[in-house]
């Protein structure tokens, strides 16, 4: 008897006949013996719905009213998997990220959880009862105030683990409409593979660049209390892919898998004055506003005048540029350019830090396609390469052909 | 410069274009120099399509599932309000029922306000800002824990008419898809009539009796702490209708309204042993069950058996069928039958109290029509009838005919 977290995304939940699947999938689980806890996201496209309405009523709408409109979505999941599982006779409870005791830090819309009161969690498994919490939302204390918070897209992930973690679970399911992790989106590599075990680092790189699977603050949480996540797909019985602690045997594979990621801008600032103090200005500025900065070049250009590029959120352009502008008298800054038409590519593997040579091949394959590389960037276990928007789909399929990922690695398995 | 609660309906916050027009007329209120409180509904449609979803999951759904499903809509238009005003550089904030602080009664998803701290809304206005107040919705705290409960259908306007009484508002204003209250629903009544003033007592019997622009509860409490209401459209500047304590005046129109009901049935219990208590014993465990029943009407038959006639909303049919169906054994019911196939019509008015004759003039107008009355019960200032349902329509008109409602009363006016 095990205690399993199941997380299921919006196109688990997207109608009723989905609904019903997940509350058959839920029972089966509580069949076999085990404690289960349930964390929904809303249904698929409601977030986005809503965002949009809050959106055409303002260019800049209140973090915190927007985080009150989004946190209906998944209430409105949760109370109807709860009612279903009651008709199917498993006694179920739907929770609200308030009544499951998440508590956030301030930033809405993309808070953090501080902690987890598991109080009413741990009662209502103790009698029997199947929690169905809200993913995604969480609450803030401020100044006797106790407002709604949302923690950002994928949030839901970092629930599910989160509460793993905190009720100490054997496993978290994540239940999608993939049926796990493959070693390239296969709307774009028509031979991806599904990787059958990968590890919490490798995962926290895919999904850092946009590998849509999980999400990665949901990573990290499940690498630093190492919590097994099993992400499978809630349309078939099919094992998944899991991510867990690294090991040796994964390390012979040199390169586990391509991520891109289309949803990032490139912000060009030029003729600044090249004095010290420049860049912790200007990233002091944009990280005050909650602008994500990703990737960084800075280089100097004639008379003195140094120019910076920098990788954000598509989402932050308007902060970022705001932000920027801002600064454009007391910097000195002569012009602030935005280009949205980029991709970000990317091989990641934990083999690539006993091999040589990976990021030669990765630049050579891209040459031999013709693709400019505007921007570069490394870990010790990924390559991300700034290229430009319409080349992203050649570049992911090069890469995957060059680097062998077709093909299903001997030492990998369970 | 007043303190104003205006609540808006489901058709006035519809959809982003309707709540621009909210936020327009909010702003121009504002603008006057007045206070506003604001408390919304649900898109219109939404609670209807919520309750759909949950009823599809489940034949008898728990209520506080339920409640926690129903409670979103409300949470969605505060927001977005919020968020227009903010745009509009007006200070405003939404607030859920549990930040607004309305406490309830644990009665899920028909439950009553028990208490309201203001302390937050009072500290908004103190403020110089528009507290946007989710309808329908309060907390309920029972054992340690805290949940959403909702007030039943129209509960936006109890809602509105309990904050207005607490924050001694000088007018509660309920925003509709209709300019007032009418002396008959002129879908059905081409030559029905704007009433301009109209007593608590009136319109309590009236709300009661289906007609739908002002729920109950919120009337009962209207008059209980003397909170002027004025019931007027969203989609235009007219003066509506005002709801106010009765005076001398109103009292020279003898009937004000003419209302109808066509959401109950008629069930009837017969052959029971006619004996002391079975009307306490059977209707002792319909309101154990919740049923609410109307009227009621016993008759008592052949060698000693009793038949029981009574009216109960439409909704509560099946609750109130196996509520009798369990009785049936320890009762010796000889059979339970129920009639959907019902209407209720009504006549109105403070009038009635000084008049004569009214009664005997209502059942001489449906005879004219050939129409046969099923039940019938009194108040002091209503008179109501229960008819078949295909014969509302006809009824309805002969009255309004009958009792001279199409022309303007000479006393009544502001």
Redesign the interface.
């Known amino acids: 008897m095990a205690l399993i977290v199941q997380k299921y995304g919006g196109t688990s939940v997207a109608d009723?006949e989905r609904?019903?699947a997940v509350c058959d999938r839920v029972a089966a689980t509580v069949a076999q013996g085990h404690r289960v806890v349930v964390v929904l996201s809303a249904m698929s496209g409601e977030t986005d719905r809503?965002v949009a309405?809050?959106q055409?009523?303002?260019?800049?709408?209140?973090p915190?009213?927007?985080d009150?409109?989004l946190?209906?979505?998944e209430?409105?999941t949760?109370?109807?998997l709860?009612?279903?599982l009651?008709?199917a006779g498993i006694r179920a409870r739907?929770l609200?990220g308030r009544?499951a005791g998440i508590y956030t830090d301030t930033a809405h819309t993309k808070a953090r959880i501080e902690r987890i009161e598991t109080a009413?969690l741990t009662r209502l498994l103790d009698e029997g009862g199947v929690p169905v919490v809200a993913g995604f939302q969480g609450i803030v204390e401020e100044g006797g105030?106790?407002?709604?918070s949302t923690l950002g897209r994928g949030g839901s992930d970092t629930t599910a683990v989160a509460l793993a973690a905190a009720l100490n679970a054997d496993v978290c399911e994540i239940y999608t409409d993939v049926d796990g992790i493959y070693t390239a989106d296969p709307r774009i590599v028509s031979d991806a593979r599904k990787i059958q075990r990968i590890s919490f680092d490798e995962i926290l790189e895919l999904a850092n660049l946009g590998a849509k699977v999980l999400h990665v603050r949901s990573v990290e949480l499940a690498k630093k209390f190492n919590v097994p996540v099993h992400v499978r797909s809630s349309f078939s019985e099919a094992e998944g892919s899991w991510v867990v602690q690294g090991d040796a045997a994964m390390e012979q594979v040199v390169v586990s898998g391509i991520a891109y990621s289309q949803k990032e801008a490139r912000v060009t600032v030029r003729g600044i004055p090249d004095r010290p103090g420049i860049a912790a200005q200007l990233f002091g500025a944009l990280a005050t506003a909650g602008v994500a900065v990703d990737m960084i070049v800075q280089s100097v250009g004639a008379a003195g005048h140094a120019s910076i590029s920098f990788t954000i959120p598509e989402t932050d352009v308007q902060q970022a540029n705001d932000t920027v502008a801002g600064l454009k008298e007391e910097m000195a800054i002569a012009a602030i350019e935005v280009d949205p038409a980029i991709a970000k590519v990317s091989i990641v593997g934990l083999g690539m830090q006993s091999h040589t040579g990976v990021a030669a091949k990765m630049f050579e394959t891209l040459r031999a396609e013709g693709i400019n590389i505007l921007m570069i960037s490394t870990s010790e276990i990924r390559i991300s390469c700034i290229i430009a928007r319409d080349q992203m789909a050649t570049a992911v399929r090069a890469l995957h052909t060059a680097f062998g990922l077709a093909v299903a690695p001997a030492l990998v398995g369970r």
């Open positions: 009723l609904i019903r809503l309405l809050g055409k009523l303002s260019a800049r709408p209140s915190r009213e927007m009150l409109l946190s209906s979505g209430r409105i949760v109370a109807l709860a009612i279903a009651d008709a739907a609200t009544q009413t105030d106790s407002r709604v």
